[in-house]
């Protein structure tokens, strides 16, 4: 199913298809599938945003990270799910706020090595790891998908490829565990079901100026500084900064770039490359 924003206006039955679209393999589809369009009852594309901004404000005022956050739209349910180890105390005012748009999950039990707010937040701001060479090759698609797994297993910031040494992996600048000895998910089986005999040894690395809190704040100060104006998208790029995409003018971004000076690189792009997404 494919689920669009309740003021979408174009044809759901019959979507533009991205022009020059590519895999993660730089494979061109000969066909698309079929899908099952929907349109939020709830939701326009700012209401979400607006209600991510909300949520935040209540459980980090001013960036505080005293507890986790992750948030996101589930279209499947049609709600924001907010997931945290904040108290009810925190989190009960918008329950009652936002009942019926909002579900509140805990984060206590984590599901792996990293707390689901770890992992998501690493998703969420990840460049893909798509290798320059054998890209076409099964072998290379497994180890690669091995590397994401070593990156969301061990808390890591992203993965990458790196043209002269090969994969990479990035943690958050407090990381304390053995980069050297990375733990392997238990019993972890690849897309097509396979459990690998060996497992490749990236080079690892923390960033010097992030952890997991201090991009997550960069993320919600983009998100209200520009996404009222402007659409944007956040990632953590190869270079050790969070960029952020978007369509909005320099008289929008100047703060964003002014608040965190030397942590933030702003790409400019066209409205169109966001669609309706």
Not at 43 to 67: E, H, N, R
Not at 73 to 88: E, H, K, L, M, R
């Amino acid at each position: 199913m494919i689920i669009f924003p309740k003021d979408h206006t174009v044809n759901i039955w019959n979507p533009e298809i991205p022009p020059g679209w590519t895999d993660d393999y730089g494979n061109t589809p000969t066909s698309w599938p079929d899908y099952t369009p929907g349109i939020s009852q709830l939701f326009t594309t700012s209401d979400i945003y607006d209600l991510k901004a909300a949520v935040t404000a209540q459980v980090q005022p001013d960036g505080d990270s005293t507890y986790r956050l992750n948030v996101f739209y589930d279209g499947s349910i049609d709600q924001v799910v907010v997931q945290t180890n904040a108290p009810s105390s925190v989190t009960d005012p918008l329950a009652t706020q936002y009942q019926g748009k909002l579900v509140i999950e805990s984060d206590n039990a984590p599901d792996g090595r990293c707390a689901p707010y770890e992992t998501a937040v690493a998703n969420d701001i990840a460049t893909p790891s798509v290798p320059e060479s054998g890209i076409g090759d099964g072998r290379t698609s497994l180890q690669w998908q091995q590397v994401q797994a070593l990156a969301d297993y061990n808390c890591a910031l992203t993965a990458f490829d790196d043209p002269d040494i090969g994969p990479v992996i990035i943690f958050p600048s407090d990381y304390t565990v053995d980069m050297d000895n990375l733990a392997k998910p238990p019993h972890w089986p690849s897309e097509d079901a396979q459990i690998p005999a060996e497992w490749p040894t990236p080079t690892t690395a923390k960033s010097a100026q992030f952890t997991f809190a201090q991009i997550k704040a960069i993320q919600t100060a983009a998100v209200n500084q520009i996404a009222g104006a402007s659409n944007s998208t956040t990632n953590y790029g190869v270079n050790d900064k969070v960029v952020v995409v978007t369509d909005a003018p320099a008289s929008v971004t100047d703060r964003l770039v002014a608040d965190y000076s030397g942590k933030v690189v702003i790409t400019a792009t066209s409205a169109s490359t966001f669609s309706d997404s």
